[in-house]
Structures are given as structure tokens and as C-alpha cells.
């Protein structure tokens, strides 16, 4: 059987350049830049002011000067005042430019002001303190953020701040995500006894979204003609579909034969994992992707973290995840000759290291402990005990 590694192996000798496209820069979240974000001016622009207070000429203070007359009042965004005798100071705020005369910045709280005139109470003040110089933190033309860097928050500051109001970002791939199932019935409907409601699509759908990529939701009936009909119509309108259920033994079980039947290559059918054992992965011949993920909905979860946000990463152009471990807090056993993904809780120890206490739960089918898990434990395939204390790679999501 294609174990973990062979699989994410083959995944990645499937990637794919979707070429750019241009977005408003508040929409660009989460998407990988395709070209540089270059500073339009030095930054900060201008000499900034930091503290509230007042500007004075250094050399004045050095000759003695303590008492200031009060000459201008000048607010962030003013013209620059300027003093002309060296007893004179400027009361200037935060994020004010620094006047040309002037090289130093008193707060507020180091003077009195009385009368017109600032009286300087304080002896230790350095020559250019308070003050954020012009070009300091770049210069004009300097990259702020490279292409191939995916937008982050901080990112939306810096392309707000040189007035970039559209960013050429990847396109992603078009995704539709494709549930099965007759015994499925919408979330807004009351199932009979022998019926579940829809979960999977909703919860690929939000880890989708927690990536930034939109993606259309379809659900197939058991019935071999539909599901061939449907997944062609996705095959031709999509770049990825991401299926859950219908690919074990079951007699209702389409998704491979339809699969077969379209022509698309398997490029691996099982991975010795536990949950995701079934996990279906193959290309049609126009490059279309077909993730078809077994139907328990954690090992739903499970793949669709480890096989596809890994793969869409790699795709992006991204630089893979550095692995995290985690130490085992509790001896686990488990006998199958399958790699595990333990559910488990995070704890950060007061040696700094990462403790991963197991979430018990009863199979891939409870989806209900998912709410309790942070992360994944990988537990090797070859080994069967694993004692308390042992470090293992871990898979946050
Ligand atoms: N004889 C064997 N039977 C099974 C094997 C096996 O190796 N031999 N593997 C088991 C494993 S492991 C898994 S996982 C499942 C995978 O089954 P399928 O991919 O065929 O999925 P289904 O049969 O359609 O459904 C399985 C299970 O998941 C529920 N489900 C499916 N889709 C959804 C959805 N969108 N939302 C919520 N729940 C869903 C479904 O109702 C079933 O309970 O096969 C085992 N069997
Ligand atoms: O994928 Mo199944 O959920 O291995 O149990
Ligand atoms: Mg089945």
C-alpha cells in the first residue's frame, strides 16, 4: 500500500502555475504575491516627531537655554513652522514633521509650559531624540514585501501605505468541493432516523476559507449514471475536486468506478494512514485534480489538511510548513500496521516545549471530539508503542 510519504510524494509531482491576476488589495488576504510591494517614498517620509511636546534646537540647550517662547503650535499633517532665534520652540505633535530649525523633541511631561514660554525640567536629553528619521526604517524604491509572499495582514498595511490599491496576486485553483451519499440530507432539514445531515462540505468549505480560496459546493446522489455525469461536468469546469465518501467497498461506493469510467488516472487508491485509509487521488488527462477523500468526516479532515493545504501550498509557490513536534504526554498504543494521526490537545510546558495530551475519541466517524482536537499526532508506521515522553511531528490546524 502507498504509505504517507510516498503519497505526499506523488501530490507534489502535481503542481500546477495558475497564472496571476489583479485584485483590489483589502481582497487579497491570504493570496500569494505576484509581484513586489516597493516603498513609493522613504519611509517614515519625513523626520517624524514620536512624542508630544516641544522642538527645540539642541545647540540652545547646550548654551544654556531652558526657557523657551512658544512661536507656533503645529498638528500632524501642518506645513513645518519654523523658529528663528534659538529661544524659541515649536509645540508639536506625534507624527508631525520636524522643522527644518529644529533638531530635538521634549515631551510633554520634561517641561512646564506657563504663559506662552516651555521651561525644560529635565537635564539628560540627547541630541535628535523623539524623532523617527526620513528613510530610516526604507528608501524609496526599496521592496517591502517580495513576490511569492503570502499577503498577511501586515502586508495589506504596507500596500495601504504606498498607495497600492490593487495587488497582482496567484490565481488559485478553481475548486468544487463534492459530498455523496443518499443517506445525506441538507442542514436545514429534519433527517429520519436512518438519515445524517451534510458536514463535510461545510467543514472543507471553512478550511478552505481560513486559506482565502472560495470554492463551489455540489452533492452527488448514489446512483452510478449521476455521479458520472456530475463529476465529468466538474472535471471540465474545475481545477481541483475535493470529494468525501463513496470510495471504500461499499456496493453504493461510485467514486472510483465513475472515475475509472471518465478516464481519470489513479495515481494512488489507499494510504496506509488510519483515519483516511481509502483516501483516492488521481488526474484527468486536461490536468484536473481529484482529491477523493474517504467520507468519515476526520478523515475528511485529516486529509484534506495533510494532502491538499499541502499541496495547495507547494502549488502557490510557498515555502512548506517547518514540521512542529510535540512531546507524547501519555503512552499510546496501536497495533494496526497503518500510520496514525492521533487527535490530540496542545499545551506549552514551563520548559517551553510543546506537550500533546490524546483526545479520546471512537473512530473517524466522531466528528464530535473534532471541536476538542488542536492538532495531529504522526505516529509512525512502523512502530506500534509509543511511550510518554517521546517527540513526535505534529500537524496543527
Ligand atoms: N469493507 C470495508 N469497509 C470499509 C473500509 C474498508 O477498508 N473495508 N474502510 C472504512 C474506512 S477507513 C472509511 S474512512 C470509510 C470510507 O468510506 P467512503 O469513503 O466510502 O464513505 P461513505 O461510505 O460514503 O461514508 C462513510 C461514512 O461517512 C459519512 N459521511 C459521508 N459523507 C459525509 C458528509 N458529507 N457529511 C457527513 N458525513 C458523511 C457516511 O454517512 C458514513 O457514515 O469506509 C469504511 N468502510
Ligand atoms: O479513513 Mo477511515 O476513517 O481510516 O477509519
Ligand atoms: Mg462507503
Known amino acids: 500500500m502507498t504509505t504517507v510519504e510516498q503519497a ?19 481582497q487579497a488576504l491570504g493570496k500569494v504575491l505576484a509581484e513586489p510591494i516597493l516603498a513609493d517614498r522613504d519611509l517614515p517620509p519625513f523626520n517624524r516627531v514620536t512624542m508630544d511636546g516641544i522642538a527645540v534646537s539642541y545647540d540652545a540647550l547646550q548654551n544654556g537655554i531652558n526657557t523657551f ?15 528663528d532665534e534659538p529661544n524659541e520652540c515649536i509645540e508639536i505633535m506625534t507624527g508631525a514633521v520636524l522643522p527644518a530649525s529644529a533638531d530635538t523633541v521634549i515631551r ?55 498607495g497600492k490599491t490593487h495587488l497582482l496576486v496567484k490565481k488559485t485553483p478553481r475548486v468544487v468541493i463534492i459530498s455523496s451519499g443518499d443517506e445525506l440530507v441538507d442542514v436545514d432539514q429534519i433527517p429520519s432516523p436512518y438519515q445524517i445531515r451534510k458536514s463535510n462540505s461545510y467543514t472543507v468549505k471553512a478550511v478552505l476559507k481560513q486559506h482565502g480560496l472560495q470554492a463551489d459546493v455540489l452533492h452527488i446522489p448514489d446512483d452510478p449514471e449521476v455521479t458520472k455525469i456530475q463529476i465529468q461536468h466538474c472535471l471540465q469546469n474545475y481545477d481541483v475536486l475535493l470529494l468525501s465518501g463513496g470510495i471504500s467497498m461499499g456496493k453504493f461506493d461510485y467514486i472510483p468506478q465513475a472515475l475509472e469510467d471518465l478516464q481519470v488516472e489513479n495515481i494512488f487508491h489507499k494510504v496506509a494512514q488510519r483515519p483516511g485509509k481509502p483516501f483516492w487521488f488521481g488526474r484527468d488527462k486536461d490536468g484536473a485534480l481529484v482529491f477523493a477523500f474517504p467520507g468519515n468526516p476526520v478523515a475528511t479532515f485529516v486529509c484534506l489538511h495533510r494532502y491538499f493545504l499541502t499541496w495547495l501550498n507547494a502549488t502557490l509557490g510557498l515555502p512548506q510548513q517547518l514540521p512542529v513536534y ?11 500496521a497503518l500510520q496514525y494521526y492521533l487527535q490530540v490537545k496542545l499545551k506549552s510546558n514551563q520548559h517551553g516545549q510543546l506537550m500533546a495530551s490524546p483526545v479520546e475519541g471512537n473512530g473517524s466517524g466522531d466528528f464530535a471530539n473534532l471541536a476538542d482536537t488542536e492538532a ?15 517527540v513526535f511531528r505534529v500537524w496543527k490546524f
Open 69 to 83: 517662547k512658544i512661536k507656533a503650535t503645529q498638528a500632524a499633517g501642518d506645513e513645518p513652522a519654523t523658529i
Open 376 to 390: 495531529f499526532l504522526e505516529l509512525p508506521l512502523e512502530r506500534n508503542e509509543f511511550k510518554k515522553g517521546e
Open 108 to 162: 510633554y511631561e520634561d517641561v512646564e509650559i506657563r504663559a506662552g514660554q516651555a521651561c525644560v525640567y529635565v537635564q539628560d536629553i540627547k541630541k535628535g531624540q523623539n524623532i523617527h528619521p526620513r528613510g530610516i526604517d526604507k528608501k524609496q524604491g526599496d521592496v517591502l514585501a517580495a513576490s511569492g509572499q503570502m499577503v498577511t495582514p501586515a502586508i495589506i498595511s504596507l500596500a495601504a501605505s504606498v
Open 326 to 336: 510535540a512531546v507524547l504526554d501519555k503512552d499510546f498504543e496501536f497495533l494496526p
Open 8 to 26: 505526499e510524494k506523488l501530490i507534489l509531482a502535481q503542481l500546477k502555475d495558475y497564472g496571476n491576476e489583479t485584485v483590489p488589495f483589502e
